[in-house]
């Protein structure tokens, strides 16, 4: 769970207390108030719980997808490449840091992903250079943080190396950007920033 999730797990856990404590405190004078017209003080406590418990049920599904693409996912050792800002997340005014990995496939071919590990500017938590493990299943990415490791992999100067795509292994693919609706063409297998609004993609 990451630091967002986190976040959002205790404000759900907060709205959907506090709701929950003042319908339980009405609740012996909810006939009075009905009949006296006080319909705010049923809607509001209500809202909270509804908040709360919308917020706590997204962070659950999100963590249970993220437990799926490791459970049926095949797994990889990868390199930590650098990082990259994601945009749709902001956590005290600035934006949470993904992780962008390097890998080879199942067919030996050079692999690039983002993976969302979330964590704050400024945090050591990935240092470049350093193997990780990552999963793969159906184009969604998960990782296991406790895998971080100092290991040197085959072919490693390859995988770290700056050098561009090699035309012979270039397949374009169309990607319609899931945060704005544009289509674009992009790289198979590597990531890509839609041009129009700048979300990340692991295509």
Partial sequence: MNSFQKILLALGAIFAGL????????????????????????????????????????????????????????????????????????????????????????????????????FSKGSSQYPIGMTIDIYEYNGKYSFDPKSVRNEILPGENELMDNKPVEPEKITNVAIECKNCGATFQAVKGYTERCPYCGSVHNT
């Fill in 19 to 118: 709701g929950l404590v003042v319908t339980v405190v009405f609740g012996s004078v909810l006939p009075m108030m009905l009949r006296s017209g006080f319909m705010v003080m049923i809607v509001v406590p209500i809202f909270f719980i509804i908040i709360g418990l919308s917020l706590v049920i997204f962070v659950l599904t999100a963590l249970a997808k993220k437990k799926e693409v490791k459970k049926k996912g095949k797994k990889y050792p990868a390199k930590i490449y650098g990082y990259i800002e994601n945009t749709s997340v902001t956590v005290n005014s600035s934006y949470l840091i993904d992780t962008k990995v390097h890998y080879f496939d199942e067919k030996h071919i050079e692999r690039e992903a983002v993976i969302p590990t979330s």
